[in-house]
Nanobody, 128 residues
Framework: VQLQASGGGLVQAGGSLRLSCAASGFSFDDVVIGWFRQAPGKEREGVACFSSDDSSTYYPDSVKGRFTIFSVSARRTAYLQMNSLKPEDTAVYYC??????????????????????WGKGTQVTVSS
């Protein structure tokens, strides 16, 4: 299993970015894919999770209405569309996956240690 995140960068507050996560080694038919972030000195937190078997999504209140997770199975890629970015969104962003939907998108987004596979992070910096 391999996950490769890309698309990070520097953006002004109020701007948008789209992160991509190219995946290989597992089926998109039965997987929970999530985007997590970690700012310096803070614990890793989930910002968007998607369960492929029931198409359910979960977002914490901090990003709800601004971030959208979606996947394109044919491209084996998951995306995180981030709009109305704020300086507090600055962090290293990671994509992760757990095969199967035993725990669900909501629980896994709140418990990052439940994810099985991780890609390398991509830095997102939002300037004020």
């Amino acid at each position: 299993v391999q996950l490769q995140a890309s698309g990070g960068g520097l953006v002004q507050a109020g701007g948008s970015l789209r992160l991509s996560c190219a995946a290989s080694g597992f089926s998109f038919d039965d997987v929970v894919i999530g985007w997590f972030r970690q700012a310096p000195g803070k614990e890793r937190e989930g910002v968007a999770c998607f369960s492929s078997d029931d198409s359910s999504t979960y977002y914490p209140d901090s990003v709800k209405g601004r971030f959208t997770i979606f996947s394109v199975s044919a491209r084996r890629t998951a995306y995180l569309q981030m709009n109305s970015l704020k300086p507090e969104d600055t962090a290293v962003y990671y994509c992760a996956a757990r095969i199967g939907n035993r725990y669900g998108s909501r629980w896994l987004c709140a418990n990052y240690r439940g994810m099985q596979h991780w890609g390398k992070g991509t830095q997102v910096t939002v300037s004020s």
